[in-house]
């Protein structure tokens, strides 16, 4: 795949370090409600460094975003390539109040939710949601494949009695050759503008107005979710933490954020598991 941009200085330019008078102004004129970042050259996981900071007692909104990051973490486990300026390497901290914890896992959804926003509206690229919220492009782009190709994800986890982490992490400069796996892809390649202080304040708005939809309980969030959520009508296999795998046709996603799959006899609720889909 290759991303035409006018050469490799404006490639270069994409991944110039994220500079704070610069992010403050866009700030400024977006109206962003969330404190300003907290921007670092280099972590080994934006998560750990905002656990660190909610433990003493960090409001709601605070974000660490990182040009580069040594450890950083994807689902499951696995290792997010995180190279220097490449990317948008982010955690933001809400706190949950008198939210109940069975809604609390519905953030997770929101954040997913919050960066395919972001990514439309400071990117220009059209993105999608593969349950729960992977980050990813279906149409072909820039003469790729058809996908989904991956360009992010999310990985939350609690902090304390009232602290969630939302791990964010999305490509946004990568070329092929930086790609962790064939089916990556990024804002440049599918030929969006590869500018990361705009995305950032992007979706600190975007994560500002889907945090208040879910604390809300507005029914809007999951209509909007199904609605971005490419997983629902096709065909998929998903391996459930027990090791068990199940297959079917995804019918929809509940207001609880679970996924229903259909064998054709009968419809499963799957709360957590790692989703393939096997037709595109």
């Not at 519905?106 to 395919?116: D, E, K, Q, R």
């Not at 990568?174 to 962790?180: A, F, G, K, V, Y």
């Not at 796996?181 to 708005?205: K, N």
């Amino acid at each position: 795949m290759v991303a035409y941009l006018s050469g490799v200085t404006e490639v270069n330019e994409s991944r110039a370090p994220l500079g704070i008078d610069n992010v403050r102004a866009r700030m400024a004129a977006s109206g962003v409600a969330w404190p300003e970042p907290i921007l670092l050259a280099t972590t080994g996981s934006t998560n750990d460094e905002l656990e660190a900071l909610a433990r003493e007692g960090a409001a709601e909104g605070t974000v660490v975003v990182a040009d580069e990051q040594t450890h950083g973490r994807g689902r499951l486990d696995r290792t997010w390539a995180s190279p220097p300026g490449a990317g948008l390497w982010m955690s933001a901290l809400v706190r949950v109040g008198d939210v109940t914890p069975d809604r609390w896992s519905l953030l997770s959804l929101a954040a997913g939710l919050a960066a395919v926003d972001a990514l439309g509206r400071g990117c220009g690229v059209r993105a999608e949601l593969k349950w729960p919220n992977d980050v990813v492009v279906i149409a072909a782009a820039c003469g790729g494949s058809d996908g989904p190709r991956k360009l992010g994800g999310i990985l939350s986890h609690t902090v304390g009695p009232d602290g969630v982490i939302l791990g964010i992490g999305l490509n946004v400069a990568m070329r092929s050759e930086d790609l962790p796996v064939p089916q990556a892809s990024s804002v440049l390649l599918e030929g969006g503008d590869p500018d990361r202080a705009a995305l950032l304040v992007e979706l600190m708005s975007a994560l500002a107005t889907r945090v208040a939809q879910w604390r809300g309980s507005d029914p809007a969030l999951m209509e909007d979710y199904r609605r971005a959520c490419s997983s629902i009508g096709r065909l998929v296999d998903i391996d459930l933490p027990d090791g068990h795998r199940v297959s079917g046709m995804v019918a929809g996603v509940d207001d609880d954020g679970h996924l229903l799959v259909s064998d054709g006899e009968a419809t499963a609720r799957i709360t957590s598991g790692d989703v393939v889909h096997a037709t595109i």
